[in-house]
């Protein structure tokens, strides 16, 4: 599981997604190198629209974990 937080939003406070991520990587038996919990943290963005750079990066980071976690082989 993949959450991503924005530490600069003024709608959602990014604490919630670190408490959910903790509670589950607490609460999870699996193996963390097979089925992590992680969080992808983002400073200076907020809810509203962002550089196009970062868009990017942010969904090279999602599509990439979901590749990895999923079976797919990235060449």
């Known amino acids: 599981m993949l959450f991503t ?3 600069s939003d003024t709608r959602v406070d990014p604490l ?3 408490k959910m991520c ?3 990587q607490h609460a999870t038996a699996g193996d963390p190198d097979t089925r992590p919990v992680l969080i992808r943290r983002e400073t200076d963005v907020g809810h509203g629209a962002r550089a196009v750079s970062r868009t990017v990066a ?3 980071d999602q599509l990439s974990f979901l590749a990895a976690h999923t079976g797919l082989e990235l060449s």
């Open 58 to 60: 942010l969904a090279v």
């Open 16 to 18: 919630h997604a670190r």
């Open 5 to 7: 937080v924005f530490d």
């Open 22 to 24: 903790a509670a589950l």
